[in-house]
C-alpha cells in the first residue's frame, strides 16, 4: 500500500481541486435528470492509480463535496460516499501499475480500464442508489436510472480522459537506465 507522504497530501489537495473544477464547471446535462456527462472521474482514476486508494477515496470525497455544495441544494452524501468508493476501488484495481515509473502499456491500459468499469458499476449501480434509498428514501426505479446511467457515461469518459492522461504521463517519466553519464 503506498504511504500518505506529503507528495500524496497534496496529489490528494490537487485532485479534488481539479475534481472540483472540472465536475462544476465542465459538465454537460445529460438526458436523465441530475446525472451529468463529465471528465472528472478520467482524472481521478489516474490519481487513484498513481498515489492509492487512501489518495483516490479522499480526492473523490472532497471534490464531489465542494461540487454538491457549491450548487446551493445541499451535499448529497450518497453520490459523494460513491465518488469515494470509486476512488479507494480505482485506488485497489490499480496497485500493481507502475505508471509512476513510466510504465502503462497495453497490459496497464486493460487493468485500468478493467479496473475503472468494475469500480464505476459498483459506486453507480450499486453504492449510490442503495445510500440514495436508505438516506433519501428516493425511489428505486428513479436512482437505478440514474446510476446505470452515470456508471456507462463515467466508464466511457474515465477509459477516454483517463487513459490518455495515464499514457501521458507515463510517457514523461524518464524510464529507469534512460539517462547516461557523457564523458
Not at 40 to 69: E, K, N, S, T
Request: charged share 10%.
Amino acid at each position: 500500500m503506498k504511504k500518505l507522504s506529503v507528495k500524496t497530501i497534496v496529489a490528494i489537495g490537487i485532485g479534488a481541486a481539479l475534481f472540483f473544477v472540472l465536475g462544476r464547471f465542465v459538465a454537460i446535462p445529460s438526458p436523465v435528470p441530475n446525472t451529468n456527462i463529465s471528465i472528472q472521474y478520467g482524472l481521478l482514476a489516474f490519481i487513484a492509480a498513481v498515489f492509492g486508494p487512501v489518495a483516490g477515496a479522499l480526492a473523490g470525497l472532497i471534490g464531489h463535496f465542494f461540487i454538491d455544495f457549491s450548487y446551493g441544494w445541499g451535499v448529497w452524501w450518497s453520490w459523494v460516499i460513491a465518488s469515494a468508493v470509486f476512488g479507494c476501488l480505482m485506488g485497489v484495481a490499480t496497485m500493481r501499475l507502475k505508471i509512476d515509473e513510466g510504465e502503462f502499456g497495453t497490459k496497464g491500459i486493460i487493468t485500468f480500464n478493467v479496473g475503472q468499469a468494475i469500480a464505476h458499476l459498483i459506486s453507480w449501480v450499486v453504492v449510490a442508489p442503495v445510500l440514495d434509498i436508505l438516506m433519501f428514501q428516493e425511489p428505486a426505479n428513479k436512482v437505478f436510472l440514474q446510476g446505470v446511467t452515470g456508471a456507462i457515461i463515467n466508464i466511457i469518459t474515465t477509459a477516454i480522459v483517463g487513459t490518455l492522461v495515464c499514457l501521458a504521463y507515463s510517457k514523461a517519466i524518464p524510464k529507469k537506465g534512460s539517462l547516461k553519464e557523457e564523458n
